[in-house]
């Protein structure tokens, strides 16, 4: 198998929604150490929809994901791994929570190396 690096778990969310994404991303932050990305309001790479990028340890994948399964509040969730291959990382590695939504596959190299996590979160309640 492919190494994971590690994963990227991307919340997506439209204007009506954005208030109940800026509640999950309290509570990520508070629950678990990861790395927060910006808010996109618009759309950014492959990512077709406004969105924020949370990435995480492998280690960190059986607390987090089941974390988010059951907390999402209806939000769509793309969770994929970073194994060096974006394309297929993104489009058929990939596990979505929630509607599929629109990949712009034209932006995803074919390999690229992982970048390495840097936690900026606090996250202690339910690290490992
Ligand atoms: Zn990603």
């Known amino acids: 198998m492919t190494e ?3 994963y990227h778990a ?3 969310y439209s204007p009506a929604t954005r208030p109940i994404a800026e509640g999950l991303r309290e509570q990520i932050a508070a629950r678990f150490s990861v790395q927060l990305g910006r ?3 618009r759309p950014v790479g492959p990512h077709a929809t406004s969105m924020y990028q949370v990435a995480f340890a492998a280690e960190l994948f059986p607390t987090l994901v ?3 399964m059951m907390h999402r509040q ?3 969730v793309l969770v994929h ?3 060096g291959e974006p394309y297929n990382d993104h489009l058929h590695n990939a596990l979505w929570l929630g509607a599929v939504l629109p990949i712009t ?3 995803l190299p074919r390999a690229e190396a992982p970048s390495a996590i840097v936690p900026n979160t606090q996250g202690a309640a339910e690290r490992l």
Request: glycine share 4%; aromatic share 14%; charged share 10%.
């Open 4 to 6: 994971i690096a590690s």
């Open 10 to 12: 991307h919340i997506y």
């Open 39 to 41: 808010w996109h309001d």
């Open 66 to 68: 089941p974390w988010l």
């Open 74 to 76: 209806g939000l769509t």
């Open 81 to 83: 791994p970073n194994s």
């Open 105 to 107: 596959a034209d932006q």
